[in-house]
Each structure stands twice: as C-alpha cells, then as structure tokens.
C-alpha cells in the first residue's frame, strides 16, 4: 500500500516541476506572438492607408476613395511628416516602435491618435495634394 502512494506522490512532483517550467515558457510564447501581431498588424495598416494615398494620387484631381482602417491597441500616435510621410508608433515591450511609409502626394490630414476602426476619406485635390478626412 505504501509503495503506491509513494507512486502518486513522485508523479504530483514531476508534475509540478514540469508546470514549472512549461508555464513560463507558454507565457513568454504568448507574449511574443502578441507583440508580434501589434506589430504585424501597424505595418499593414501603413501599408493599406500610404496604397489608398498613392492610388488616388495617381488617378488625378477629383477622384476620392472611402477605406476602413484599424488603429491597432498600443498605437501612440499616427501622423504625417514632412507631408509625405506617414508613420504609426507603437507601444511594444515598453519602447516606443516607430513604422512608417512615404507616399508620392502631399498629404493634408489630422489623424486621430487613439486606437480603433475609422473610415478614412481619400481625396485627390485640384493642387495636387491629397486630402484625408476621417469619420468614426
């Protein structure tokens, strides 16, 4: 009798040590994919919002396209510099991660700063500059 309870006891401690080392791990797994997709996910942003831009510069004064676009969680800020430039910061690990696109128009625009989903309004003006208004 003594033999098998001695059996459960070194299975709950092999257990235990096991968990103690998995539980860690699967943490910082999770952590990295979510950083990761933050990160993943900003960079397709840019990419869709300095495509739009480009596009509707290319296609000349007058022309206008409406496109949904998600702020990611950790977002900082999203501006425009230089007037060609558009650049998302991003909060991962604690540092301040910096991405951003230049586009060929010049781009007048107060984009917002917090996260979410907003419909951007693209627009190529009659002066060349293209012209972001942005609706909730």
Known sequence: MKKRGQASVEYLILVGVMLAFLIPLFYYALTEISSNLKTSQAENTIDLLTGKIDNVYSLGPGNREKVKIT????????????????ELKLMVYGNITEIFKKTKANIIANLPKEQG?????????????VKIDIKK
Do not use: A, H, M, W
Request: charged share 25%; hydrophobic share 40%.
């Open 71 to 86: 702020i990611p969680k950790g977002t900082v800020s999203l501006e425009i510099l230089e007037n060609k430039t558009v």
């Open 117 to 129: 989903t907003y419909f951007f309004i693209i627009e190529s003006l009659d002066n060349g500059d």
